[in-house]
């Protein structure tokens, strides 16, 4: 995965989305629409100084999977009489592999990665495709700064959702289309604002409207999102 199949990826997913070309770099859309979201941090490989990804900077000591596989990490035999000597042969052999996936394809920037594809600088994807930003992602397609969400596609920043399509900022909810703003609703089309409720169509701070009204009011509000 490189930056530049990234940012097509993103391309699609905005303009999908909102229903306008992407105005954003993928750092300027990380800093606006990542900021919350647990992403890997950039480590140096303990073994060979470059640059690698890691989902977390507590251990001291890191080595990229793929130098761990090849590396031959057996020591050799040495007496070991305390608790600190074993401490001490532990500190020799104990790194943390970064950049960990399995049966994974073009993915980049990324730990935690599990039988997906097209993943980057992310966390805990499984079973997913064209990911970007994310931390936690299962069978989901064409989702950015998602956060332990499932089964959607075409989304931006959910978070604890399921069942969710061309959508963006929506949390605690299921069976959502093309809505945004949405908290603890399920069942919801085209809505805005909305929280606690179920079932609702053309709807902006739980209130009803007409449908060429409401696409009125979610044109500007999409405009607000882009420009803000």
């Known amino acids: 995965m490189t930056p530049k199949i990234a940012k097509e990826i993103l391309d699609k997913i905005v303009g999908q989305v909102f229903g306008y070309k992407n105005p954003y770099t993928l750092?300027?859309?990380?800093?606006?629409?990542?900021?919350?979201?647990?992403?890997?941090?950039?480590?140096a490989d303990s073994t060979t100084g470059e640059p690698t990804w890691a989902q977390s900077v507590n251990p001291t000591k890191f080595v990229k999977l793929q130098h761990a596989l090849k590396n031959d990490w057996v020591a050799p035999e040495q007496?070991?009489?305390?608790?600190?000597?074993?401490?001490?042969?532990?500190?020799?052999v104990n790194y943390t592999a970064t950049e960990r996936?399995?049966?994974?394809?073009?993915?980049?920037?990324?730990?935690?990665?599990?039988?997906?594809?097209?993943?980057?600088?992310?966390?805990?994807?499984?079973?997913?495709?064209?990911?970007?930003?994310?931390d936690g992602a299962w069978d989901c397609e064409f989702?950015?700064?998602?956060?332990?969400?499932?089964?959607?596609?075409?989304?931006i920043r959910l978070e604890d959702s399921k069942e969710c399509t061309g959508s963006f900022?929506?949390?605690?909810?299921?069976?959502?289309?093309?809505?945004?703003?949405?908290?603890?609703?399920?069942?919801?089309?085209?809505?805005?604002?909305?929280s606690h409720v179920s079932s609702k169509r053309f709807c902006i701070a739980n209130r009803q409207f007409e449908e060429a009204e409401y696409y009125k009011l979610k044109d500007m509000i999409i405009r607000w999102v882009l420009t803000g």
């Open 101 to 134: 996936d399995i049966d994974s394809l073009n993915v980049a920037e990324s730990d935690s990665i599990y039988r997906s594809e097209n993943v980057y600088r992310s966390l805990d994807v499984i079973r997913s495709k064209n990911v970007l930003f994310s």
């Open 79 to 92: 007496s070991l009489k305390s608790v600190e000597d074993i401490l001490q042969a532990w500190s020799h």
């Open 27 to 43: 750092e300027q859309f990380m800093q606006k629409f990542a900021f919350d979201v647990r992403l890997p941090s950039q480590v």
């Open 169 to 194: 900022t929506v949390s605690w909810s299921g069976k959502i289309v093309n809505s945004f703003f949405i908290h603890d609703c399920f069942d919801m089309y085209e809505c805005m604002f909305c």
């Open 143 to 155: 989702v950015a700064a998602n956060q332990r969400s499932n089964t959607s596609n075409y989304c």
